[in-house]
């Protein structure tokens, strides 16, 4: 069974920090490009940043210079510190884990965790 459990969310001022990790388990991890995705209220889920199996990352422009995504093979985590915090980015994050194999992609998604950004 396949799980991808988040934590770390919560409340924080503007300018703040939060770090946001996500433990996985019953998938190769390793295998696996990560991700953290965000929904605002009314708005559709977008991409906040990823992490290949090789270690390449990615971010949203919003979001380049105040994220950091990193990953863990050895504990099968992936983590979102985030800095310079602001009340656009409040939302729920949920993570992501996603393989291609044999011409078939397979994504798996996390509960979510909220945060707010605000004074």
């Known amino acids: 069974q396949v799980q991808l459990v988040e934590s770390g969310g919560g409340l924080v001022q503007p300018g703040g920090s939060l770090g946001l990790s996500c433990a996985a388990s019953?998938?190769?991890?390793?295998?696996?490009?990560m991700g953290w995705y965000r929904q605002a209220p009314g708005k559709q889920r977008e991409l906040v940043a990823t992490i290949t199996s090789g270690g390449s990352t990615n971010y949203v422009d919003s979001v380049k210079g105040r994220f950091t995504i990193s990953r863990d093979n050895a504990k099968n985590t992936v983590s979102l510190q985030m800095n310079s915090l602001k009340p656009e980015d409040t939302a729920v994050y949920y993570c992501?884990?996603?393989?291609?194999?044999?011409?078939?992609?397979?994504?798996?998604w996390g509960q979510g965790t909220q945060v707010t950004v605000s004074s």
């Open positions: 992501n884990a996603e393989v291609m194999r044999l011409g078939f992609r397979t994504v798996y």
């Open positions: 019953g998938i190769i991890f390793s295998a696996y490009a």
